[in-house]
Each structure stands twice: as C-alpha cells, then as structure tokens.
C-alpha cells in the first residue's frame, strides 16, 4: 500500500478514536444543561496559556532566481547549512575551490584579500540579492576587499563560471516559518580570534517577516599586525504572499585594520570604514513558475574614516601616507523581469546606476533550458558604467548518467573611454566521466587577451599586468566515493613566468559526512570532518622597478571537524597545521590558525 494511503488511513483512525470505542463511553450519563455546573471563567490573559500554536510556512520573500550552473558532477553551489559546515569565514574560502581562480591574502580574516581569474582581478563580480557589489573605495582602485563581503548574512551563494569571468550570485538569509528561529555563534581561538554572531527570525500569520542579525569580530597580532575586526547589522522587514511579497532590508558594517607590516619593505596602512547597503524590494508573480517581476531600490555608501599615518610609521615601515578620509554613496534601482516553466527561463534585466551627478545603465537578458540531458544558456549585456559589452553562452551535455561535456565561450567588447580592460575572447572546455559514485573532469580554459590592475591594497609599488593570452588546464575529482567519503580536488597548470599566477596550484580535500540515521532515525546526530591540501608555487608580482617580487611556494594541510548535537554544532578547525612558513603576497607569512567553537539553533 502508498505511504500517502497509509498516512490517510493513520489520520483517519486517529481522528474516529472517540467514536469507535463505545465501551468506554456508553456508561457516561449526561445531565440536563440546567443541571449541569457552570465552569469557572477563564481569565482572558491566561486563556490561551497551555495553547501550542501551529507552525505553518509562509511564501519566500523575493523571487528573483539564482542563475543555472553548467558544471559537471556537484555544483559550485553551498545552501546556509552547506557554507557554515564549510568552515568558511570569507568568501576567500570558497572560491579558492574553483579551478581557473586564484585568491590572495595577506593574513588571517581581517587583512586584504583578493581574487583573479587566469590571473585578472576585473574579471569576478559580486551579486547580492540582485544588486551588484561595486567596489567604491579609491584605495583599492576599483577591486573587491573580499574580507568586506558579509557571507555570515546568506542563505545561499552559487558560483556562475562563464569563460571570461565569475559572477558570484548571493541570497541573503531568509525565513518562512510563524515559529520564531533563534540562533547564537561563538567561535574563538589564536591570533585573538572572536567570532560572535545572533540571529532572530519570523513570519507572522499574515505573512509579515520579522529578522534581526548581528556579527561581533576581533583578531589580532601584536607582533605581525594585520588584526582588526567589526560589528555588522543585518534588519529586514517586510510581508510575503501568494502572488507578491514587500520589504525592507539593511546591512550595515563598522570595519577596522590594524597596520600590517611586510618582511620585505612597505606594509599596509591602518584602515577604518563604514558601509552601508540597504534597499526597498517589491516582487510580482508566482514562485517557481509563470511570469514574475521585481523591482529593486538600492543605496550603498561607504565612509572611510582610517587614522593618520604618522611620520615615523611612513619613514620605518615604508607606509604610503594617508589619503583624506572618502565618502561616497551610489544608488542602484533595478528591474527584473522572468518567466520560468518546462525548464526555460528567461530573464530581463535593467540595472541603473546613479553617483556624483552622473547616471549610467546597464541592460542584460539571460535565457536558459535545463534539463538532465541538456543544459543551456546564454547571456548578454551592455554595461554603459563601464562602457563594455559583455556575451557568453555554456552548455552541458550528459548524453549518459556518466559521461558529460560541458563548455563556453564569453565576448568582451570595449566600447568606450572608460572601458580599462581591450576586447577579449575567452573559451571553457570540460569533459567529465563518472566512476561509481565521483565525477573525474578535465578541462581548459583560455583568454586570448587579459588585462589586470594592481592590486594596490598591498603595495603600491606592484603595477598593473600587460595584456596577453592565458591559457590554464586543469582535472579534478568531485562528488561522493562511497559511504559518506566525498572529494573535492583539482590541479591546475599555467604557463611559468605569467604575473599574479603560479604556475601550478592545488586544492586536494577528502570530506566525509554522516548522520549515522542506523542508531539516530530522528537525525538528532551528524558527524563532517575533512581534510584538505593546498599548493601552489611561486607567483610573480610586478613592480614598479622592474623587477617581480616573488611570492614562496606554500604547502598548506588544513583540516575541520565538526559534530552536530541535536541543534548544536560542535566545530574545529586548523589551517596549516604544520606552520609552513610561506606567503601569499609578497612579504606577509601566514602562520598556523586554529579555531574552535559552536552554533546553536533553537525553534520556539
């Protein structure tokens, strides 16, 4: 018999129960209502004391959908629970498992951090609930401070791999549930660590949602510098319905850097700011499928506020003296329009941007088809900002359950006087064959021209790369292998001598999950560990005397453990474990981390 039959049946049962035992009920004399006693009356604030409301579930706030990946085997993609199991502090933590990516830091979690495709630091952008993250602090000269990206605040982050540039897509944290949602985060360890994160989250009957967040962090390193930390607030407010949902949703930062000396001469300054990024959201249409609409109305402002360098500090440490302090604040409004069903999508943009008087928009379409045997898309978009034009198109082809072709091609056109990077083509070629349970895939990826800028936060005496044609290999294994036992590894391989790109580099993890369901049905039990092996060798960085200055070949072990409890994760972690001394930018050791600490969640 279904399972859907027997539950209809179960119910059924349980709700004749008073009725079918006429035994135990046969007996009972009931009295004249006349007679019968008038029960005490119920005060009215107590009347419903010992009452347990049902949870119900509210339709999601926001209907703008996460673009289609066109990866072989798992995809690029990590849900809530999935990105804090990671161990993942920054965005840095998950893009370095991408093959054709290369990330750069110079310290532990408060210190610059960058990343570059086939060695280009333009080509990654940032989406955060539809609003693109620009980087609008001159000191970085127009590239993201990934250590200012607040991953604690999503729900959901998922990687596009076009051929010529990433583009990260991230929802921010949402709730659908009337019972209230509670969850606290401490985490501590060395280099001073502090991590402290709450959340609180509601729906209400009528659809209202209710969320409040916040993170407290501090690091520091007395001796090497590069610690710092910040509180970030996260609000929203706002109503869900069937057809349409309203809200209100804020994120404001307070970030501070301690200076970081180099071994070699110059460091990096101290650094004080405050961002804000809030917006007014109106979404239109079904969830899931049919035509939807949503409108977004976006402020960004950043007030940078960094202490004065002394004198001393600019003669001994070779600081570069400080700017004055910058304000500066864009808005973006954004219209979206799709329609979604059979697999297809297709999906409308307008992005306009206004700051210093100025207005500049953006116009993009994507259309997709998505299926088990064959996905497909393409993308287009003329970007007024930054006077380009941008084209790509990818497409997967799994023609049997363990074999799969995937590939694209990207077209940047440069179209104006403040287009920085030339007309570049770009191409991704994969192949994958799946063994039993993990996919084996290798694939290329090349760009006959790339551009970079500096990266300046570090140094200003790098420069920027010239233009060139790079090409990178790569093969891995991802997915799982048997009985809990996963893999996530690549090796990569560029040309020798190229600026910003090691000539190979490696992540190799073994993971392995369990909820041991045997001896916990309720799920009550979950055990994640992993361990995980990063190489990479020398990278060049340019400079303004000629000649490169070199970063030293890492070998990096990292491992993570954690164990779930009921509604508490116990975690721990520690990166290069055996002190490696190497750097990552030039001049900046990185030194062994450990960490340790706990998420709890409570429903109530």
Request: hydrophobic share 40%; aromatic share 10%; net charge positive.
């Amino acid at each position: 018999m279904k399972p859907a039959r027997l539950g209809a049946i179960a119910g059924a049962a349980v709700l004749m129960a008073p009725w079918t035992t006429p035994r135990l009920y046969a007996q009972v004399v009931v009295p004249p209502a006349s007679e019968q006693p008038i029960p005490p009356r119920t005060p009215p604030d107590t009347a419903r004391a010992d009452s347990v409301k049902r949870d119900t579930i509210k339709v999601e706030i926001g209907r703008i959908r996460t673009p289609a990946t066109y990866d072989i085997g798992p995809q690029y993609r990590w849900d809530r629970e999935e990105m804090f199991a990671s161990g993942a502090l920054t965005v840095t933590d998950l893009l370095q498992r991408i093959p054709e990516l290369t990330v750069f830091r110079s310290g532990w979690i408060a210190t610059p951090q960058t990343v570059a495709h086939s060695g280009s630091f333009e080509r990654i952008r940032f989406f955060y609930d539809g609003v693109e993250l620009d980087p609008m602090d001159p000191r970085h000269e127009g590239l993201h401070d990934l250590a200012a990206i607040q991953i604690w605040t999503l729900e959901e982050l998922a990687i596009e791999r076009a051929a010529g540039e990433i583009r990260v897509h991230m929802r921010s944290w949402r709730v659908d549930r009337t019972t209230p949602y509670t969850r606290t985060d401490v985490i501590t360890g060395n280099e001073e660590t502090d991590i402290y994160r709450g959340f609180y989250g509601k729906r209400f009957n009528g659809g209202q949602a209710l969320q409040l967040a916040a993170q407290q962090s501090a690091t520091q390193n007395p001796r090497f510098g590069g610690g710092g930390g910040g509180l970030s607030l996260f609000g929203r407010v706002g109503i869900g319905r069937r057809l349409w949902s309203l809200d209100a949703t804020a994120n404001r930062s307070h970030f501070n850097r301690d200076p970081q000396a180099a071994f070699t001469a110059g460091g990096i300054p101290p650094y004080e700011a405050m961002q804000t990024l809030a917006y007014l959201r109106g979404s239109l249409g079904a969830v899931g499928s049919g035509p939807w609409i949503e409108l977004v109305a976006a402020s960004h402002e950043i007030k940078e506020s960094s202490p004065a360098i002394t004198a001393a500090q600019i003669a001994s440490r070779g600081f570069v003296a400080d700017t004055a302090d910058t304000t500066r604040s864009r808005t973006q409004l954004v219209a979206t329009a799709g329609f979604n069903r059979w697999g297809a999508s297709i999906t409308l943009t307008d992005r306009l941007r206004r700051y210093r008087g100025e207005a500049y928009n953006s116009i993009s379409g994507r259309a997709e088809f998505n299926t088990r045997l064959l996905a497909a898309g393409i993308f287009a978009e003329s970007d007024a900002e930054r006077d380009v034009r941008r084209a790509d198109a990818n497409v997967r082809f799994t023609p049997l359950r363990f074999l799969a072709l995937a590939g694209g091609i990207s077209q940047l056109t440069a179209e104006g006087p403040r287009a920085v990077v030339p007309d570049s083509r770009s191409i991704r070629a994969e192949a994958g064959l799946r063994l039993f349970g993990p996919w084996l895939y290798g694939g290329v990826v090349n760009s006959d021209t790339v551009y970079t800028r500096a990266p300046s936060m570090y140094d200003t005496a790098y420069v920027a790369a010239g233009s060139e044609s790079r090409t990178g290999t790569y093969g891995g294994v991802r997915g799982a292998i048997w009985r809990g036992i996963g893999a996530d590894a690549y090796f990569t391989r560029w040309a020798a001598g190229q600026s910003y790109l090691p000539e190979y580099q490696t992540h190799a993890e073994l993971n392995f999950a369990t909820r041991w369901l045997s001896r916990f049905p309720r799920g009550d039990f979950g055990l994640r560990s992993w361990v995980a092996y990063d190489y990479r060798t020398a990278v060049p960085f340019p400079t303004r005397a000629g000649t490169p200055e070199m970063t030293i070949a890492s070998h990096v072990v990292s491992a993570l453990l954690e164990i779930r409890i009921m509604r508490a994760a116990l975690t721990y972690q520690t990166r290069n474990m055996f002190g490696f001394q190497h750097d990552i930018v030039p001049g900046f050791l990185v030194r062994t981390i450990q960490i340790y600490g706990v998420r709890w969640d409570f429903w109530n």
